[in-house]
């Protein structure tokens, strides 16, 4: 199932003929160590510009398993890989700044050439995602306590969302973006959902469903994804066409989820449009080589003023989910008791992305913004 990830572009690289034979420089161009492994087994398939990398990455690193061997490039040095086959490679690797517990990984296709050397300057920036030091493959970095993170590689957080002060809660949903109607994967805000389904989870006053992340008014991801025709690119957020657009920014995200059903809370300063959905990727594991299980795609204003929510799912029929009411600064979905089961497929403690995705129909292009992370308990 496709995924929105922030995922990075590739790091700038460069070819120089050195000598015969498949051979790559890696030039480290900061200045701290970097630690990487060529082609890891539980990346098999996998390439620098795939929208389901970032997982993917992060289950990799945050696997419990010992013994993880990284070569390494000191700061400013070269290193050079040698009896390489000719072709694509992945690298993966990251950056091990001193006092800090978290760790910028950069993931690079690197491309193997028979008739000469290529050299690829690697950079700490922008970085795909953040991983925690003393979790997981990285045990053998002790913690120093300096991160400002909780050391749960399970919430390792792309780079895209520093600068939110998202906050970790017991209950919560996600939502992936999704540019083909009818793949099961995501969903576009061009979809014309017919109208609200009845089922709302009870008489639940909003001030009383939690507030499971917050953003302040700053808040700006560090990249951004954007989709034409099945072009894919990672791109600075400064290049994005549609970032503070109506509907893009969100304030605050508030959810319960208890026995009577499902209840979620975005509240958007400066209301919305027609082109703005909201995305929940919901993964049952983080595992390497995982999809999501399933997405849900809120479209605050799906037909005129009114809302909708529709259920993607791999091999199976999109169908709309509960009932959503649009006001002009919140949306709020409900979802009955009745139909919980039809999120069994997210497992019973999945872990949710929260994006927004912008549609230009004019232009046949998405934006989508990575918000946070969020782990759901029942």
């Given at each position: 199932?496709?995924?929105?990830?922030?995922?990075?572009?590739?790091?700038?690289?460069?070819?120089?003929?050195?000598?015969?034979?498949?051979?790559?420089?890696?030039?480290?161009?900061?200045?701290?160590?970097?630690?990487?492994?060529?082609?890891?087994?539980?990346?098999?398939?996998?390439?620098?510009?795939?929208?389901?990398?970032?997982?993917?990455?992060?289950?990799?690193?945050?696997?419990?398993?010992?013994?993880?061997?990284?070569?390494?490039?000191?700061?400013?040095?070269?290193?050079?890989?040698?009896?390489?086959?000719?072709?694509?490679?992945?690298?993966?690797?990251?950056?091990?700044?001193?006092?800090?517990?978290?760790?910028?990984?950069?993931?690079?296709?690197?491309?193997?050439?028979?008739?000469?050397?290529?050299?690829?300057?690697?950079?700490?920036?922008?970085?795909?995602?953040?991983?925690?030091?003393?979790?997981?493959?990285?045990?053998?970095?002790?913690?120093?306590?300096?991160?400002?993170?909780?050391?749960?590689?399970?919430?390792?957080?792309?780079?895209?969302?520093?600068?939110?002060?998202?906050?970790?809660?017991?209950?919560?949903?996600?939502?992936g973006t999704g540019t083909q109607a009818g793949t099961g994967t995501q969903a576009g805000t061009g979809t014309q959902a017919g109208t609200e389904t009845s089922g709302g989870a009870g008489a639940v006053e909003p001030s009383e469903v939690p507030t499971l992340a917050s953003f302040s008014a700053s808040f700006d991801p560090v990249v951004f994804t954007r989709e034409t025709a099945g072009d894919f690119k990672v791109l600075p957020i400064s290049n994005s066409w549609s970032w503070q657009k109506p509907g893009t920014r969100i304030?605050?995200?508030?959810?319960?989820?208890?026995?009577?059903?499902?209840?979620?809370?975005?509240?958007?300063?400066?209301?919305?449009?027609?082109?703005?959905?909201?995305?929940?990727?919901?993964?049952?594991?983080?595992?390497?080589?995982?999809?999501?299980?399933?997405?849900?795609?809120?479209?605050?204003?799906?037909?005129?003023?009114?809302?909708?929510?529709?259920?993607?799912?791999?091999?199976?029929?999109?169908?709309?989910?509960?009932?959503?009411?649009?006001?002009?600064?919140?949306?709020?979905?409900?979802?009955?008791?009745?139909?919980?089961?039809?999120?069994?497929?997210?497992?019973?403690?999945?872990?949710?992305?929260?994006?927004?995705?912008?549609?230009?129909?004019?232009?046949?292009?998405?934006?989508?913004?990575?918000?946070?992370?969020?782990?759901?308990?029942?």
């Amino acid at each position: 199932m496709k995924r929105w990830l922030f995922a990075a572009a590739a790091a700038l690289s460069c070819t120089l003929a050195f000598a015969q034979g498949a051979a790559v420089v890696l030039g480290n161009q900061e200045d701290v160590p970097f630690y990487y492994v060529l082609d890891p087994p539980q990346l098999a398939g996998m390439s620098s510009g795939s929208p389901l990398l970032t997982s993917k990455v992060a289950g990799y690193f945050s696997a419990a398993e010992t013994g993880a061997s990284f070569a390494s490039v000191q700061p400013q040095g070269e290193s050079r890989l040698t009896g390489l086959s000719g072709g694509p490679h992945l690298l993966l690797g990251f950056f091990v700044p001193p006092d800090v517990d978290d760790f910028p990984v950069r993931v690079m296709t690197i491309q193997a050439d028979t008739t000469g050397e290529r050299f690829y300057a690697v950079y700490a920036t922008p970085a795909q995602l953040n991983v925690h030091r003393g979790v997981g493959k990285l045990a053998q970095f002790a913690a120093t306590g300096a991160g400002t993170r909780a050391a749960s590689a399970s919430t390792a957080q792309s780079s895209a969302s520093q600068g939110g002060s998202a906050a970790q809660a017991g209950t919560g949903t996600q939502a992936g973006t999704g540019t083909q109607a009818g793949t099961g994967t995501q969903a576009g805000t061009g979809t014309q959902a017919g109208t609200e389904t009845s089922g709302g989870a009870g008489a639940v006053e909003p001030s009383e469903v939690p507030t499971l992340a917050s953003f302040s008014a700053s808040f700006d991801p560090v990249v951004f994804t954007r989709e034409t025709a099945g072009d894919f690119k990672v791109l600075p957020i400064s290049n994005s066409w549609s970032w503070q657009k109506p509907g893009t920014r969100i304030a605050s995200v508030q959810g319960l989820l208890d026995s009577q059903g499902l209840r979620l809370i975005l509240k958007v300063p400066g209301g919305f449009s027609p082109s703005v959905s909201y995305f929940l990727y919901l993964f049952d594991t983080r595992s390497a080589g995982s999809d999501n299980a399933l997405t849900l795609e809120i479209q605050p204003l799906a037909r005129g003023a009114r809302g909708a929510c529709i259920l993607w799912e791999q091999g199976v029929p999109p169908r709309l989910l509960g009932s959503v009411t649009t006001t002009a600064g919140s949306v709020h979905l409900d979802v009955g008791a009745e139909d919980l089961q039809a999120l069994g497929a997210a497992g019973q403690e999945p872990t949710v992305d929260l994006t927004v995705g912008w549609y230009d129909k004019a232009l046949g292009m998405w934006e989508e913004f990575y918000y946070t992370t969020l782990t759901v308990t029942r």
